[in-house]
Nanobody, 121 residues
């Protein structure tokens, strides 16, 4: 599985951005796409995941109610809609794929390149 993340950029606090993660290769209904982020000097943090079927989503506490993960099966793309952005959301965002539902980084076998999100105050 290959993953390609895109959509990062610079936005003011309170603004919105939408990230995209396009998957190619072998996928299945059990396939899970997760979003993680890593701020400078901090550990990589779980943000959200969605099952490829779209039936299950889950969010980290720090983004719950502000971020929404969705997928377009026809386009093989998972989106992360980020609203009400805060300066503390500034990080490199990564998408990754796992064979089953998980929030632990070690379960995710495939990783896309990161995309930078910067939120100015």
């Amino acid at each position: 599985v290959q993953l390609q993340a895109s959509g990062g950029g610079l936005v003011q606090a309170g603004g919105s951005l939408r990230l995209a993660c396009t998957a190619s290769g072998r996928t299945s209904s059990d396939f899970v796409v997760g979003w993680f982020r890593q701020a400078p000097g901090k550990e990589r943090e779980f943000v959200a995941f969605i099952t490829w079927s779209g039936s299950n989503t889950y969010y980290g506490d720090s983004v719950k109610g502000r971020f929404t993960v969705s997928r377009d099966k026809a386009e093989n793309t998972v989106y992360l809609q980020m609203n009400s952005l805060k300066p503390e959301d500034t990080a490199v965002y990564y998408c990754a794929a796992a064979p089953h539902i998980a929030t632990a980084i070690r379960i995710y076998d495939y990783w896309g390149q990161g995309t930078q999100v910067t939120v100015s105050s």
